[in-house]
Structure formats: C-alpha cells, structure tokens
C-alpha cells in the first residue's frame, strides 16, 4: 500500500522556521522525482518545490526563492521541505507528491497557517 505522510507544527508567527517531513512507504522511492505543492482557501494548487531522481539541481516557485528548500534522504525514504521566513501569504495546505512516467502519488496534505 502506497503511503505519503506529511506532518508538522500547524500554527506558526511570521519568521518563523518549519520543516515538513513527508515519509514515503509502498514504491521505489529512489525511483521516483518529489515535489512539495500547496493550495491556499480561493486557489489552485501550485507546485513549490521539486526534488529529482538524481543530482543536487532543485527548482522553486519564485515566491519561495532563498527561503524554502527541499532536500531528500533516500535511505528513510523521507523528503523534506525546510521553510524559512515564513509569511502570512505561505499559509496553504502542503501535499507531497512523487512522480515518475506514467505514475503519480499524493499525500494527504497538512495545513500550515502563519499569522501574528
């Protein structure tokens, strides 16, 4: 059974720091790109993060650029999206995903709110 599990401290103040892990089980895991998405209330979905297969390049939304980084460990099967800075306007529900051709899984998401 495929499972991504992402989890995390819900309520945090503007500049404040919170690293989501999201714990994969049921698929290669090494096999397969991770992305981290978030959906705030009134929008769509929008991709903030991609972790490859292999090699060190990543990519980010340009919202989040030089305060968020994603970083994976194979061996736990873990991905992990590190939040820096974090603004009132970050507050979304965050989904991990992992893909590879013809493939797609979703985590159940977890709410991060940011608010003084």
């Known amino acids: 059974q495929v499972q991504l599990v992402e989890s995390g401290v819900g309520l945090l103040q503007p500049g404040w720091s919170l690293r989501l892990p999201c714990a994969s089980s049921?698929?290669?895991?090494?096999?397969?790109?991770m992305n981290w998405y978030r959906q705030a209330p009134g929008k769509e979905r929008e991709l903030v993060a991609t972790v490859p297969k292999f090699g060190i390049t990543r990519t980010y939304a340009d919202s989040v650029k030089g305060r968020f980084t994603s970083y994976r460990d194979n061996a736990k099967n873990t991905v992990y999206l590190q939040m820096n800075n974090l603004k009132p306007e970050d507050t979304a529900v965050y989904y991990c995903n992992a893909r590879r051709a013809n493939s797609e899984f979703w985590g159940q998401g977890t709410q991060v709110t940011v608010s003084s």
């Open positions: 049921g698929f290669t895991f090494s096999h397969y790109a």
